[in-house]
């Protein structure tokens, strides 16, 4: 019996169905042969969509909305590879995630990718309408005759979650495994920057667009507004394994420049004693203006010091990034929607500046 029937008599979620003119068959796109990634901290195969684990964020991360947040799936995808003519998706959205500041296709969408890491290209954006739980859109029609074999990525919302993802293929496809990453991990820690805001659609948040061009599995930890350097998060991402590298981001969330220097290097320290050889980025906050507040100079310098005493005892592999930097230095005011968070230009010359630093780390895929 094929999978697809065995789905069809199990679920009725799952039977098959029409989008459009096509015939699909709908597969659960959090089971093999698709691979799930980004929520390595998620129990088991029937456990929610979550990026932390348990029933609540505490200990990780004890600001007010991060229960909220953890909820979100930034960073987790689903990779494939099928001879399909066509890719589909359909999900029970659990948060759509409206925002005034940020599309609805970045915060609540989906993205997919055809073609493996740094080979991929833009195939479809799935955009939900506004309180649309359950959504069903057909993302792809491969329009080339060809009839191959192809690797897939689908991206899920940044700000929203979802009770369920499935995959609608066309009747009779082959569904494989995807292909090996080339890299591992890459965990980032930080805030609503890091988690996504404000990217048009998830295959443009700088954190998505440097694993793709690494082909490296993302662990996106950003939280917005609520990232403030806990030791239990600190404790939580040592716990990580297969990690190539890690940023480490949360300068804009800690409340002042007091509690960024009683976390900081603690924090690093953490991550550090579990990984001695772990490629690490430290960045201070994106800045289009270098020094506002004025508090921005002194946090640097916080940030920066943790970087400069650590490679003054001997440590090599980690390095420091001037959150000033990122935006490049033309057009710097074209980079956000509010002064703060990305556009989708300023996300592409953050992915730039954070993979050139992680490169010179020994970052490569």
Known sequence: MEDNEILSRIDPRFAPARVGDREVVW?????????LEGLPFRAGPDAPLWRLPGTAAAPYVTAEGAEWLMHHTAGACVRFRTDSPFVAVRAQLADSADMNHMPRAGSAGFDLYRGRGPEGRHAGTAQPNRDEAD????????????????????????????????VGLAPGAAVRP??????????????????????????????????RALDAEQVNLGFSGSARGEPAMAELIATLDGLSAFVMDY??????PEHLAATHE???RTVRA??????????????????????????????????RRARAAGDRRVAFLDGARLFGRANRDDCTVDRVHPNDLGFRRMADAVLAALRRLGVRA
């Not at 300068?251 to 002042?256: G, Q």
Request: aromatic letters at 10%.
């Open 266 to 268: 603690p924090f690093f």
């Open 251 to 256: 300068d804009y969330n800690a409340p002042t």
């Open 274 to 307: 579990a990984h001695p050889d772990l490629p690490i980025l430290v960045l201070s906050a994106p800045s289009v203006w270098p020094d506002s507040p004025p508090s921005t100079a002194e946090r640097r310098r916080i940030v920066r010091a943790t970087v």
């Open 178 to 211: 995807p292909a090996r990453r080339r890299l591992g991990r890459v965990c980032f820690y930080g805030s609503s920057i890091t988690q996504g805001g404000c990217a048009s659609r998830p295959g443009n948040a700088y954190t998505t667009m440097v694993c």
């Open 27 to 35: 597969h659960d796109a959090t089971r093999a042969p698709f691979a």
């Open 135 to 166: 959504f069903v859109r057909m993302l792809c029609v491969r329009n080339d005759g060809d009839a191959g074999m192809e690797s897939w990525q689908l991206d899920l919302p940044l700000y929203g979650g979802a009770a369920f993802v499935q």
